[in-house]
């Protein structure tokens, strides 16, 4: 008697970061050759830069990414730009910060399986790309069409907060995922949205950096107190040197007028 065997499982191998278009110049995604402008790089730094002790505190074990303008393949699709979605800034706790021995190129959902906490979208047209809620189609050609952004962080991705920034109408909207929808968060009391898992606030700081004046999109801790970023540490400390420096030259001078020489005491 002949037993036939069974076929062995047929494996998949899916693509990762090393082999999928990055947004470096290889690859730059559609939505980003347009409407680019010189405040969104800034904004992205500035958020980086003031939240990055927040996330050390966080994560002391260094377990944790930021991403700007990369890549986060949510789906195969061909092209492959059809299946991932670039936002400006997002944030992903609880991952090391290489993936086989490398830093990540782009980030491969279904070589992660962790979605970022939360992505942040700075708007250049009239929002509508941002709040796009259309749902991936196939045309008459059978081929995959993009879906919208809102509807891929809200419904593929997962991810439980979304920001969209506004710097001409000087706004953010924040949206929390809520029993698989997202919901607008409501400002508190100081005209912040909290990002509890974070500790931390996210709102609107009219003021200068980078040498121009905006309504920049900036985080604040949980007390409402503006998080700073390592040069404004930098002069705050410095002006505090030179405010003590000018209180002991102040002391010093009233004891001279006494009589009294201060080196003597």
Known sequence: ?????????????????????????????????????????????????????????????????????????????????????APDWFYV??????????????????????????????????????RDQTPPSVDNQGEKQKAGKFWVYEQAIRVPFYG??????????VYHLVAGSYELLSRNERGHYPIPAMGVELGIWQGEYDEVTLPWLRWWDNQGNLLLTGDERSQLLSSQLEQERQRAERLAERLRQMGIDPNEL
Not at 55 to 71: A, S, T
């Open 1 to 85: 008697m002949i037993i036939a065997k069974s076929p062995k499982p047929t494996t998949i191998d899916l693509p990762d970061h090393t082999q999928l278009p990055e947004s470096d110049g290889t690859f730059v995604f559609a939505e980003r050759a347009v409407g680019k402008n010189f405040q969104e790089h800034p904004q992205s730094v500035l958020l980086t830069d003031s939240i990055r002790p927040v996330l050390q505190q966080l994560h002391p074990d260094g377990q944790y990414r930021i991403g700007q303008d990369c890549g986060i393949y949510w789906r195969l699709t061909e092209p492959p730009e059809k299946g991932a979605e």
């Open 93 to 130: 706790p609880h991952i090391p910060p290489l993936l086989d021995g490398e830093m990540r190129r782009s980030y491969v959902l279904w070589k992660e399986y962790v979605a970022p906490l939360i992505v942040l979208e700075f708007v250049s047209g009239d929002g509508s790309e941002e």
């Open 164 to 173: 969209i920034y506004e710097v001409k109408k000087a706004s953010v909207d």
